[in-house]
């Protein structure tokens, strides 16, 4: 997963024609590493997409113009729409994000 490191090149990323997906995280947030223990076998099935992740604390005005209140954040976009956002609440396991995945793209 590509990290994106500067709010221009999220800009740039989010414009694209093919979706992507981006999740927000942070370094000190549990739920974070507790994906990152899971989230390997989902980027392989879905290999298709590009992914990123964002560092919400590097980026705050990324994570703000997308609502994202709570990590981890996995949040879909094409032609510089949001079309899915998966709250962390909804987050915590691979069926969680899957299913989101599933519905979504």
């Known amino acids: 997963?590509?990290?994106?490191?500067q709010y221009d090149d999220y800009k740039e990323k989010i414009q694209g024609d093919d979706k992507i997906i981006i999740k927000?995280?942070?370094?000190?947030?549990?739920?974070?590493?507790?994906?990152?223990?899971?989230?390997d076998p989902i980027l392989e099935e879905y290999n298709?997409?590009?992914?990123?992740?964002?560092?919400?604390?590097?980026?705050?005005?990324?994570?703000?113009?997308n609502d994202v209140m709570g990590i981890p954040s996995l949040l879909i976009f094409q032609n510089g729409e949001k079309l899915g956002?998966?709250?962390s609440a909804d987050a915590k396991s691979p069926e969680s994000v899957k299913d989101f995945?599933?519905?979504t793209l």
Do not use: G, K, S, V
């Open 85 to 87: 956002h998966l709250h």
């Open 1 to 5: 997963m590509e990290a994106i490191r």
């Open 24 to 39: 927000f995280f942070a370094d000190w947030c549990p739920d974070c590493t507790r994906m990152n223990m899971f989230i």
């Open 48 to 65: 298709q997409i590009d992914w990123y992740e964002l560092n919400r604390d590097e980026l705050p005005e990324a994570a703000d113009e």
């Open 101 to 103: 995945l599933q519905n």
